[in-house]
C-alpha cells in the first residue's frame, strides 16, 4: 500500500497541500518549524486516525480556523484504488471514511495502512519510562492483531476499577475486586502471550539491522520483563492486594511491562552515546517495518524517516539511506535541512525519488538532480 496523492487542509500549519507522491522515496527539504514533520505528521494520521505527537484532535486545526481535513488516494498491493478521508470541525466529532463509507469504529481502520515512524523522539524509548516501550509493543501488534487491541482495552478497563477501589476510603467489595481481578488475569495474559510472540521474533530483525548500520562496531540485545514471567497473573496480583491498598493502585499486571535494552550487555541508557541511541532507536524501528511487512497482508508498511541525518556520522547516515532504499521498503519519506545530503546519497541508491521543498507551511515539487 502506499500513498499517490494526498491533500491536506488546515493541519497544524499546513493550510493547503495538494501533491502526488512517489511510489518509492519522497524528500521533504526545509528549515525547522517550517511544516515538514507536520507533513509526517498528515501521513501517520491517515494511518492510526490520530496524531503521532498530540492526544487531543482539535490542536491539529491551524490557528484560527474552524476545521481540518486530509485526504489520501492509496493503491493497494493489487493495484486497486483505496480512498481514506478524515475531517473534523472545532467542537465536533471527526469523521473518518474510506471509499466515502464512514467508519462505525476507528479501530476497524487500524492495520488497513501499515506505517512506521522513525523520529528524533524515538530516543525516549531509551530514556524514557517503561510506558514508552509499552506503547511501542502496542503500536506494532495492534496494527496487525485486533485481538490484541480488545484485550488491552479490557485489561485497561478493569485496571482502572481495580484501581479506583483500591483509592476509595471504604474498603472494597471482595465479590467484585474479585472479578476485576480475574479480568485483569484473563486479559493481561492474553497480551503478555502476543507482546512475548512477538519481541521473540522481532529480536534477531533489530540485531540484522543495527549489525548493518553500525558495521558490526557493538552488540545489542532486548529483554522482555513482565510480572506474567513469575507464574499464574491472578495468583500475583491478589498476592498483594493489601499492599495495593495501602499505595491505592495495583503495583502487579502487564501495566507494568518493560523493554530492557542492552548494548555489549549494558543498558544502552546507562552506557550508550547519542549516536548508538539513535542507531540503537532506528534499527529497532526497521525491525518493527520487517515484522509488520510480514504480517499485515504482506504489503511493505509506509516509511516516514524524520531527521534521521542529526547525531549520526556519514557512514551510518549512508547505511541507513541504502537499506531503506532496496527493494525490500516500500514508499519512504525522508526530511531534512539539507538538500545537498540526500541528493548524494539518493543518485547511488535509486532512481525513483521526489524532492519536496517546504516553506512557511508550504510544500512544492522541485526537480531532482540529474
Known amino acids: 500500500m502506499f500513498i499517490n496523492r494526498i491533500n491536506i487542509v488546515n493541519y497544524k500549519n499546513l493550510q493547503d497541500v495538494n ?29 492510526f486516525c490520530r496524531s503521532a505527537y498530540t492526544t487531543l484532535d482539535s490542536h491539529v486545526i491551524r490557528h484560527d480556523e474552524d476545521f481540518f481535513m486530509l485526504e489520501g488516494d492509496y493503491l493497494n498491493e493489487r493495484g486497486e484504488p483505496v480512498n481514506v478521508f478524515c475531517g473534523m470541525k472545532r467542537g ?25 515512524l522513525v523520529s528524533p523522539s524515538d530516543t525516549i524509548l531509551i530514556e524514557g519510562g517503561s510506558e514508552e516501550r509499552r506503547r511501542l509493543l502496542d503500536v506494532v501488534i495492534s496494527q496487525y492483531d485486533n485481538m490484541y487491541i480488545d484485550a488491552l482495552t479490557n485489561y485497561n478497563k478493569a485496571l482502572l476499577q481495580r484501581n479506583a477501589m483500591l483509592k476509595a476510603e471504604e ?13 485483569m488475569a484473563e486479559y493481561g495474559e492474553m497480551v503478555f502471550s502476543k507482546r512475548e510472540a512477538f519481541i521473540t521474533q522481532l529480536i534477531p530483525l533489530f540485531q540484522k539491522y543495527y549489525t548493518s548500520i553500525s558495521r558490526e562496531k557493538e552488540h545489542v540485545s532486548l529483554r522482555y520483563i513482565s510480572h506474567c514471567q513469575r507464574g499464574p497473573l491472578l495468583d500475583i496480583i491478589r498476592r498483594d492486594r493489601l499492599k495495593d491498598r495501602a499505595v491505592g493502585y495495583s503495583l502487579h499486571g502487564i501495566h507494568r511491562d518493560d523493554l530492557e535494552m542492552l548494548i555489549d550487555d549494558y543498558p544502552v541508557r546507562r552506557e550508550g552515546s547519542q549516536g548508538q541511541n ?13 515484522f509488520l511487512k510480514l504480517t499485515c497482508s504482506k504489503t511493505p508498511p509506509i516509511l516516514l524517516l524524520d531527521d534521521i541525518f542529526d547525531k549520526l556520522d556519514a557512514t551510518r ?34 532512481s525513483d525519488y521526489k524532492i519536496f521543498s517546504v516553506e512557511g507551511g508550504n510544500i512544492i515539487e522541485k526537480e531532482a538532480m540529474v
Open 19 to 47: 501533491i502526488c507522491l512517489s511510489p518509492k522515496i519522497n524528500c521533504l527539504i526545509g528549515l525547522n518549524g517550517e511544516g515538514k514533520t507536520n507533513f509526517l505528521d498528515a501521513v501517520y494520521y491517515l494511518s
Open 92 to 116: 465536533a466529532k471527526k469523521h473518518f471514511k474510506r471509499d466515502n463509507k464512514e467508519y462505525k469504529r476507528l479501530s476497524q481502520h487500524i492495520g488497513l495502512i501499515p506505517l512506521i
Open 171 to 183: 474498603m472494597p467489595d471482595d465479590q467484585l475486586i474479585s472479578i476485576l481481578e480475574e479480568q
Open 278 to 290: 539513535k542507531t540503537f532507536a532506528i534499527a529497532l524501528k526497521l525491525a518493527q517495518f520487517d
Open 317 to 350: 547516515v549512508e547505511q541507513i539511506v541504502h537499506i531503506v532504499a532496496s527493494d525490500d521498503f516500500g514508499q519512504i519519506f525522508l526530511t531534512d535541512t539539507n538538500r545537498d545530503n540526500l541528493d548524494r546519497i539518493l543518485q547511488d541508491s535509486v
